[in-house]
């Protein structure tokens, strides 16, 4: 199973991005799926999370500028971030906890990470 993420880029305060990642592999079902972030010399942070059925849930940080979604038939979770500030700057990753076969338990699979850059 790999991550696929993109989107990334350099944007000005203020602007909007959107990321993807695809899962792709064998691929059973997919749990949750996650964005993190980890800004220099700082801890992953998580970000956002979407369930299969759709639930979201944010980091206080990110509450109403940033919108995880997520594409069931296409295995791709997507994460649309508006009003960016220059400390959303970060390397983002994405993460999905993925069944393989109907007889095997979830795994914790993670993306190669895009860099979001917002200049001041």
């Known amino acids: 199973v790999q991550l696929q993420a993109s989107g990334g880029g350099l944007v000005q305060a203020g602007g909007s991005l959107r990321l993807s990642c695809a899962a792709s592999?064998?691929?059973?079902?997919?749990?949750?799926m996650n964005w993190y972030r980890q800004a220099p010399g700082k801890r992953r942070e998580l970000v956002a999370t979407?369930?299969?059925?759709?639930?979201?849930n944010y980091a206080d940080s990110v509450k109403g500028r940033f919108t995880i979604s997520r594409d069931n038939a296409k295995n791709t979770v997507y994460l649309q971030m508006n009003s960016l500030k220059p400390e959303d700057t970060a390397v983002h990753f994405c993460?999905?906890?993925?069944?393989?076969?109907?007889?095997?338990?979830?795994?914790?699979?993670w993306g190669q990470g895009t860099l979001v850059t917002v200049s001041s």
């Open positions: 979407i369930t299969n059925g759709g639930s979201t």
């Open positions: 993460n999905a906890l993925v069944q393989r076969s109907p007889t095997t338990t979830f795994t914790n699979y």
């Open positions: 592999g064998s691929i059973f079902s997919i749990n949750a």
